[in-house]
């Protein structure tokens, strides 16, 4: 990405090759003198973090927008579920491992999570699935709408960049920097494959564009991102979308929201925003009914 200039000044990539044009001095050898946004020990300091905050917000969107992604359907789930294949493979090495130590009850119990994961497996068809369809409504390469956003890493979001690189279509992945580092799924887009260190400048670029969220269960980080996007609809910080969940007996085993409101903790309406889908086409359906799209679902 090369800076541009539309005055006489020079760009900032032309002073910084200019600056390594210097006689060699203890000055010139000295931190202080270099240039500041060429400094990483000064850029990395303590109280600087707002001027990183600006930048991880500002490199995305200016790339997004470069890229012509006027909107986006957020994505969300668990990168512990796998299609169905590798699904099937976890349980058997799970059974061979019970079988041979009957006793143990640990390798009994992966035994009983592995089955559980091979019936979730249907998650990561129905993210793909979506993502299929979902994409086949840009019909620019200059500017699209409803583009996937996803996590870019596995599992459900791997699933969803699949989805759209099987029709074509371009991606979106947020990774993020993490003690257990993983790498952004095969699926992204390259120039749309973003690194964060802040979690809620990931989570807002999560939302920045969204004209759906689609949550598919999942753990600690998918209910994180689900609050977060229920408290800004719910305090009207954003306007209401489609906020989609996969798998209603999942949901209302995992969150009470009737308790919750018989409670008082939240309002009755509250659990409006929400509405449980089972099938991408279901999903579809909703999103394409908001926004006042074709109801009929295109085949990849």
Same mark, same amino acid.
Request: one cysteine or more.
């Given at each position: 990405?090369?800076?541009?200039?539309?005055?006489?000044?020079? !760009?900032?990539?032309?002073?910084?090759?200019?600056?390594?044009?210097?006689?060699? =001095?203890?000055?010139?050898? =000295?931190?202080?003198?270099?240039?500041?946004?060429?400094?990483?020990?000064?850029i990395?300091?303590?109280?600087?973090?707002?001027?990183?905050l600006?930048?991880?917000?500002?490199? /995305?969107?200016?790339?997004?927008?470069?890229?012509?992604?006027?909107?986006?359907?957020?994505?969300?789930?668990?990168?512990?579920?796998?299609?169905?294949?590798?699904?099937?493979?976890?349980?058997?090495?799970?059974?061979?491992?019970?079988?041979?130590?009957?006793?143990?009850p640990? @390798?009994?119990?992966?035994?009983? $999570?592995?089955?559980?994961?091979?019936?979730n497996s249907?998650?990561?068809?129905?993210?793909?699935?979506?993502?299929?369809?979902?994409?086949?409504?840009?019909?620019?390469?200059?500017?699209?709408?409803?583009? %996937?956003?996803t996590?870019?890493?596995?599992?459900?979001?791997?699933?969803?960049?699949?989805?759209?690189?099987?029709?074509g279509?371009?991606?979106?992945?947020?990774?993020?920097?993490?003690?257990?580092?993983?790498?952004?799924?095969?699926? $992204? !887009?390259?120039?749309?494959?973003?690194?964060?260190?802040?979690?809620?400048?990931?989570?807002? =670029?999560?939302?920045?564009?969204?004209?759906?969220?689609v949550?598919?269960?999942?753990?600690?980080?998918? @209910?994180?991102?689900m609050?977060?996007?229920?408290?800004?609809?719910?305090?009207?910080? %954003?306007?209401?979308?489609?906020?989609?969940?996969?798998?209603?007996?999942?949901?209302?085993? $995992?969150?009470?929201?009737? !308790?919750?409101?018989?409670?008082?903790?939240?309002? /009755?309406?509250?659990k409006?925003?929400?509405?449980?889908?089972?099938?991408?086409?279901?999903?579809?359906h909703? %999103?394409?009914?908001?926004?006042?799209?074709?109801?009929? $679902? !295109?085949? /990849?």
């Amino acid at each position: 990405m090369t800076p541009k200039t539309d005055g006489p000044f020079p !760009t900032a990539r032309e002073d910084a090759e200019l600056a390594q044009r210097i006689d060699d =001095h203890p000055l010139t050898r =000295h931190p202080a003198y270099r240039l500041a946004y060429q400094d990483e020990d000064f850029i990395l300091r303590d109280d600087l973090r707002g001027l990183r905050l600006m930048l991880e917000h500002q490199k /995305p969107e200016m790339l997004l927008k470069e890229q012509g992604i006027r909107s986006t359907v957020a994505v969300f789930g668990s990168a512990r579920i796998h299609d169905k294949a590798e699904a099937e493979h976890k349980l058997a090495e799970a059974e061979a491992a019970a079988r041979a130590h009957p006793e143990d009850p640990e @390798l009994a119990r992966k035994v009983g $999570v592995a089955r559980r994961m091979l019936a979730n497996s249907r998650y990561y068809e129905e993210a793909r699935r979506l993502a299929q369809i979902v994409s086949t409504t840009c019909a620019s390469e200059d500017e699209c709408d409803f583009v %996937i956003l996803t996590g870019g890493g596995p599992g459900v979001m791997e699933a969803a960049n699949r989805g759209a690189s099987d029709v074509g279509a371009k991606s979106i992945g947020l990774n993020i920097v993490l003690p257990m580092e993983q790498a952004p799924n095969d699926y $992204v !887009t390259p120039e749309l494959s973003f690194r964060f260190h802040y979690f809620a400048l990931r989570k807002m =670029h999560f939302l920045q564009r969204a004209k759906a969220l689609v949550v598919f269960p999942g753990g600690y980080g998918t @209910l994180d991102e689900m609050f977060e996007a229920a408290t800004l609809v719910q305090t009207r910080k %954003i306007e209401p979308i489609p906020f989609l969940l996969f798998g209603k007996e999942y949901w209302e085993r $995992v969150i009470n929201f009737e !308790t919750m409101a018989s409670e008082g903790m939240i309002s /009755p309406q509250d659990k409006d925003m929400f509405r449980f889908v089972e099938t991408a086409e279901e999903a579809w359906h909703h %999103i394409a009914e908001f926004w006042k799209l074709p109801n009929g $679902v !295109t085949k /990849p």
